[in-house]
């Protein structure tokens, strides 16, 4: 997988389960600040974000991944079996 097609189903999450418009995700994009999204939001989308990617690294991996493109890193970056 590509970092653009990560990056394309990261804003595809944000659109259809957070209502962020599309046009706002961008790798610059805090999620916090640019996108709105608060505490219970991100609980959720380490949900989605899992789900879609089949990862199991847990809430604590996420804390420092503060835009899209840390985001997206870290997701590439995860270690994948079989």
């Known amino acids: 997988m590509t970092r653009d097609e990560v990056l394309a ?16 995700v961008t790798p610059e994009a805090s999620f916090r600040g640019t996108l709105g999204l608060d505490s219970l939001d991100a ?3 380490v949900f989605f974000i899992e789900q879609a990617f ?3 690294a847990g809430l604590h991996a996420y804390r420092e991944l503060h835009t899209v493109a840390k985001l997206a ?3 590439l970056a995860y270690p994948r079996h079989g």
């Open 9 to 24: 189903r990261v804003r595809d999450i944000l659109a259809a389960d957070f209502a962020v418009p599309p046009e706002k």
């Open 43 to 45: 609980v959720d989308l």
């Open 54 to 56: 089949a990862m199991k």
């Open 73 to 75: 890193d870290f997701i």
